[in-house]
């Protein structure tokens, strides 16, 4: 496999100027208007209030908790660990932008590690459609095909989850990849293939059914092969990859998420075969954590979309244990819940078979609980509570996750159903419960984002540094400024950073560029440069002076001025020579003298 030439810088401002940065972040973060900007929960870190900001006007988004900032081109850079030309490409895909075929070539803009996992997407999509269409056209694949069919799967559900079977063949895959020549070796890192004790490669998955496993974006970064004969392991999954983290990803996410937005709920269950059967029962926003329990990033992810987790677990032991867990991750992200009980032993899909469909969804519309009503349920099994000390035990338990829980409608009826049933005050009951904490959580908001701003970057900044980032950001504004800068000041700046931002910059306008930046930072591509550039173009600036910008000047120019001054006088303290030390002493004071006159 190549790597992908250079795109004209033609092409990529067409793409970026066709893409529609708000509709691109809105896939992933739901964005309110505030005057000429959108803002939301920044995707790039964990935070409780919104600090994140996308400009339409400027084409471009920035935190202001993290410092994470960038175009449309960054942000899918960002959020999907692509290459630029993989970038551009993406979001020429979705524009009406056509790009040329390019050919592979050593050239690359590509770090090693971006060009190992295109490979990999590269493979895991042409994998995923080798097992789709064995098992959709070809005899190979009649016995993944009956299976599903028997466990009540139609086609049209098939195609839309592109599930597959994988013949059962020990080098199907392999062969399939070696054709296309690919490493074999990373081949086993990706997860596709695995290699025995004598050494040979053979395929993973072979004799099952195949769930493709997709990222946030529909990519294709993993499989779950469950068996349809008996053999064991009953699920095979592939295990931590470049591309896989079980931890963040969710099956059906992409499939689930425009409905997830519309609705603003989701239906968690357990299992792939839930998400397929639920979701062809017409309650498309279902999705499943990946053979784990539901963890702190899936609540987070879901919390940034839904308002309401609907959670429909096994009806087992197992079941109601893990829906606990489940509660309380989302009820730490503040999302609101509900839970359908199922019977005892049953799962969506096997209730789904043995009633129906619509018996199934008005489970989901009329009959789900709340969060607190199936705490009751769950916590009050095996328990006696005619006997005092187990029911002390449950009231202690109840008012426990009464404080859990943000919403006061339901901590005063649960108070008030606790206080009937035991026949006791709601008032002594009152007393043992915590007040909602609103003061707290406003400075618990306050402290995160400060923590979060202080890591990635130091916002104190002293007054040379300041005067360089408002020379900066009033250049990236205006070409005219930028030339007067260039010939007044050239790349004479401190910090390394904003020496090669301005040479970039110069660069940028002597190839004949307007003011642009968007465009500009497109060219830097350095992940970091580009954090500033977009910091620089969200600050709120004093009105353009002449006079100040020679201020911000002169202060640029006496902190280089003390630099050298410091390292006159520490050259001249490690002088032993008489007439050296006469010339360092003249040349420090003359120095200090052009300080003092600025």
């Not at 520490?570 to 006159?597: G, H, P, V, Y």
Request: proline share 4%; net charge negative; glycine share 6%.
């Amino acid at each position: 496999m190549g790597r992908l030439k250079r795109i004209p810088d033609e092409l990529v401002d067409q793409v970026r100027q066709a893409t529609d940065i708000v509709e691109l972040i809105s896939e992933r973060v739901e964005l309110k208007k505030q005057g000429n900007r959108y803002s939301g929960l920044c995707p790039f870190h964990s935070e409780k209030s919104p600090s994140f900001s996308v400009s339409p006007d400027k084409g471009m988004y920035y935190c202001f908790g993290c410092g994470a900032g960038g175009n449309a081109i960054t942000f899918v850079m960002e959020t999907e660990g692509m290459s630029f030309p993989e970038a551009v490409s993406k979001l020429a895909d979705r524009t009406d932008v056509t790009l040329p075929e390019f050919e592979r070539s050593d050239q690359t803009e590509s770090t090693p590690d971006q060009e190992k996992k295109y490979r990999m997407r590269e493979a895991h999509r042409i994998v995923a459609d080798l097992y789709h269409e064995v098992m959709l056209q070809t005899a190979a694949g009649d016995a993944g095909r009956e299976y599903l069919e028997k466990r009540g799967i139609g086609e049209s559900a098939m195609r839309e989850f592109k599930l597959g079977y994988a013949p059962d063949q020990e080098r199907f895959t392999v062969d399939s990849l070696t054709r296309r020549n690919f490493d074999l070796d990373e081949m086993v890192e990706a997860g596709l293939i695995s290699v025995g004790r004598d050494g040979d490669y053979r395929d993973r998955f072979n004799g099952r059914v195949v769930f493709p496993i997709s990222d946030r974006d529909g990519t294709v970064v993993g499989f779950s092969g469950r068996s349809i004969d008996g053999r064991d392991p009953k699920y095979v999954n592939t295990a931590e990859t470049p591309l896989f983290n079980k931890s963040e990803l969710l099956f059906g996410f992409a499939q689930a998420r425009g409905a997830m937005r519309k609705n603003k709920q989701v239906v968690l269950v357990e299992g792939n075969l839930d998400v397929v059967r639920v979701a062809q029962a017409g309650i498309s926003y279902t999705v499943a954590s990946l053979g784990t329990a539901l963890t702190p990033v899936h609540a987070q992810n879901l919390g940034r979309i839904v308002d309401e987790v609907i959670i429909c677990y096994d009806g087992d032991k197992a079941g109601r244990a893990a829906t606990i867990k489940a509660l309380r991750l989302l009820e730490d992200v503040a999302v609101d819940c509900s839970v359908i009980r199922l019977p005892d032993e049953e799962d969506p899909d096997s209730y789904i078979g043995t009633h129906s469909e619509e018996t199934f969804i008005r489970l989901v519309e009329q009959e789900r609980v709340s969060s607190l009503e199936f705490k009751s349920f769950y916590f009050r099994q095996g328990k006696n509570l005619r006997l005092e000390g187990e029911r002390v035990r449950y009231i202690e338990t109840m008012l426990e996750e009464i404080n859990r829980t943000t919403n006061p409608l339901l901590r005063d009826i649960y108070l008030g159903k606790l206080a009937e049933e035991f026949q006791l005050s709601k008032e002594s009951l009152l007393s043992q419960v915590k007040p909602l904490q609103a003061p707290k959580v406003k400075q618990e908001r306050r402290v995160e984002r400060k923590t979060n701003v202080a890591a990635p970057q130091d916002r104190t900044f002293t007054n040379w540094k300041r005067a360089e980032r408002f020379l900066l950001a009033y250049m990236i504004r205006s070409e005219e400024v930028g030339m007067e800068v260039r010939d007044q000041l050239g790349v004479d700046f401190n910090d390394p950073a904003h020496q090669l931002i301005a040479g970039k910059l110069y660069e940028f306008y002597g190839a004949g560029a307007p003011a642009n930046p968007d465009r500009f930072l497109t060219m830097l591509q350095d992940a970091s440069l580009q954090r500033i550039v977009a910091d620089l173009e969200f600050m709120l600036m004093p009105e353009y002076d002449p006079d100040l910008l020679s201020h911000y000047i002169r202060a640029v120019q006496n902190e280089r001025q003390r630099r050298t001054l410091d390292e006159e006088k520490s050259r001249l303290n490690q002088q032993t020579d008489i007439r050296a030390q006469a010339e360092l002493m003249q040349a420090i004071i003359e120095r200090k003298r052009r300080l003092k006159d600025r």
